[in-house]
């Protein structure tokens, strides 16, 4: 039976060479539209290393000078800082608060790309800079690669130490490069190349390894360094001026009302110095409003694609319904010479599935030519390259043999209705 056919292809190769060629073409478009939708989807459900649910930022209106309600005694940088520091201490005290933390363009879905470098013998890496002030960890979950909670992360925080994702050196390199848990465990001496004293760039004193944190739900770039800036020797206490975020977690239970309770205390208790709370935003909220240019352009683009989607699909299938019905008087011919209706619906079905199982083989070929050239790097979606292609191959490969099966099981079947007399004189 198989040679048979193969016999049949080779005798109609003209025919059948177009109908390859047309394979190949949509195979490849089809794979690259899989791939889109799974690496895109993968990225999405990927874990995110934190957590945002409960956690708020509150926005600090700076009282300016012509203000009726400007504090004189408040305007040197000293008493700035010890009035965002009694503003923290306030906040940890309100039942509600479990944790309160100033961050420089530090939080979830801040958009800051600032870098920050540190090295190893002549080994250097580059990772997102995150200043935070102790209870940072805390409120967003961060947590160690050797299960370090986040009470002990915020510790070595306030003993001064730096914080490392344990692929702050292998994810900025090409080359394989050690993690930082591996790194700590050889003795590996670290330096703030950041800085310098005296020629030379100090050894800093690092943490734990901490889970790697993504950038948001469309990204998987996620190599950091977190420390408190006015523990690290080389800035003052007033560090905390420059400090932007001012973030907060609030207990599950407490977690209904909370921005208006928050702003009801603004006024008095969370008015300190020259500062004075003027909004209170989710964390969900802002992650919403940072992706929406994203997800947006990721919506247009599932659209267009499901498009196309369609078009190949009833091209596919318009492709072998013709194909089909041209070849009635080939079915009743068969079916004159005691054929089974199973029989030829066999033989119609397998010549076309078999035909793109031989052309698979160079549609995946070119699949790897364009996962080589990071053709499909879009969102960062720098998956496991042996299972995009051989899942998104695998299943354009199951959506075309099912447009192949339907366009000839229906004008098959159709065509067997015919009786084989009446079949044989159509072209008559």
Request: aromatic share 12%; with cysteine.
């Amino acid at each position: 039976m198989k040679k048979k056919l193969l016999r049949q292809m080779l005798n109609e190769w003209r025919t059948n060479v177009w109908l390859a060629i047309e394979f190949l073409v949509v195979s490849v478009v089809l794979w690259y539209i899989c791939d889109y939708f799974y690496a895109s989807m993968r990225t999405y459900f990927a874990p995110l290393g934190f957590e945002y649910d409960h956690c708020y930022e509150l926005t600090m209106y700076d009282i300016p000078e012509t203000s009726p309600e400007y504090r004189p005694e408040y305007a040197n940088d000293s008493a700035q800082a010890e009035a965002r520091y009694e503003i923290l201490r306030r906040l940890k005290q309100m039942p509600e608060i479990e944790a309160a933390a100033y961050s420089n363009n530090a939080r979830p879905f801040n958009g800051s790309n600032s870098g920050f470098t540190m090295g190893y013998d002549s080994v250097s890496g580059n990772g997102l800079r995150r200043f935070v002030t102790p209870d940072f960890p805390i409120i967003y979950r961060y947590r160690g690669v050797n299960g370090e909670s986040p009470e002990e992360l915020a510790r070595q925080l306030e003993e001064g130490k730096v914080l490392l994702s344990d692929n702050f050196f292998s994810a900025s390199s090409r080359d394989p490069r050690p993690s930082v848990n591996e790194l700590k465990a050889t003795g590996k001496k670290f330096q703030l190349t950041e800085y310098t004293v005296d020629g030379e760039h100090p050894e800093a004193s690092v943490g734990s390894a901490m889970v790697p944190v993504r950038y948001d739900q469309f990204n998987t770039w996620s190599s950091f360094m977190m420390m408190d800036p006015c523990r690290d020797g080389f800035h003052s206490r007033e560090a905390i001026m420059y400090h932007n975020e001012l973030t907060v977690r609030v207990r599950p239970e407490h977690d209904h009302d909370i921005a208006a309770k928050l702003m009801a205390a603004a006024p008095d208790y969370l008015h300190v110095g020259n500062n004075l709370l003027t909004n209170v935003s989710s964390l969900d909220d802002i992650r919403r409003n940072f992706q929406r240019s994203t997800t947006t352009q990721l919506r247009n683009y599932s659209a267009g694609m499901g498009f196309m989607m369609i078009n190949i699909f009833l091209g596919l299938l318009g492709t072998f319904w013709f194909r089909t019905q041209q070849r009635v008087n080939e079915i009743a011919i068969r079916r004159v010479n005691g054929a089974t209706r199973r029989g030829i619906f066999g033989r119609l079905i397998g010549e076309g599935v078999l035909l793109l199982a031989l052309v698979t083989p160079l549609a995946v070929a070119a699949d790897c030519l364009l996962t080589h050239y990071d053709i499909c790097a879009y969102y960062g979606a720098h998956h496991s390259t042996a299972l995009r292609i051989a899942v998104c191959a695998g299943t354009s490969f199951v959506l075309m043999a099912l447009m192949v099966i339907a366009g000839i099981w229906f004008p098959a079947r159709r065509a067997m209705r015919i009786e084989p007399a009446q079949a044989l004189s159509i072209d008559n």
